[in-house]
Nanobody
Framework: VQLQASGGGLVQAGDSLRLSCAAS????????MGWFRQAPGKGREFVAG????????LYSDSAKGRFTISRDNAENTVYLQMNSLKPEDSAVYYC??????????????????WGQGTLVTVSS
């Protein structure tokens, strides 16, 4: 699976952004998808995950109530709607999927395929 993330940018605290991740190469609807982020000097952190049909969703504590993950299997795309952004949300955001990810997973090592990342910067 090839993954292409987009939608990042520079915003102010309280603003919203929608990230997109377009997939190609395999049957998109066969796999769960995840969004992760990595801030400078920190490890890769789980943000949200969605099962292959979209009926199961998992969020990190920091994302709950502010972020919404969704997918459009007809368009081979997964989205991350981010509202009420905070400076601590600043990071490179990655979409990911994996051979064994059919439901949701927060574990980095379970994901085999990663997008190139899109930078989100939130100013205070």
């Amino acid at each position: 699976v090839q993954l292409q993330a987009s939608g990042g940018g520079l915003v102010q605290a309280g603003d919203s952004l929608r990230l997109s991740c377009a997939a190609s190469g395999r049957t998109f609807s066969n796999y769960g998808m995840g969004w992760f982020r990595q801030a400078p000097g920190k490890g890769r952190e789980f943000v949200a995950g969605i099962s292959r049909t979209g009926n199961k969703i998992l969020y990190s504590d920091s994302a709950k109530g502010r972020f919404t993950i969704s997918r459009d299997n007809a368009e081979n795309t997964v989205y991350l709607q981010m509202n009420s952004l905070k400076p601590e949300d600043s990071a490179v955001y990655y979409c990911a999927s994996g051979e064994s990810v059919v439901s949701t997973s927060s574990k980095v090592h379970e994901y085999d395929w990663w997008g190139q990342g899109t930078l989100v910067t939130v100013s205070s």
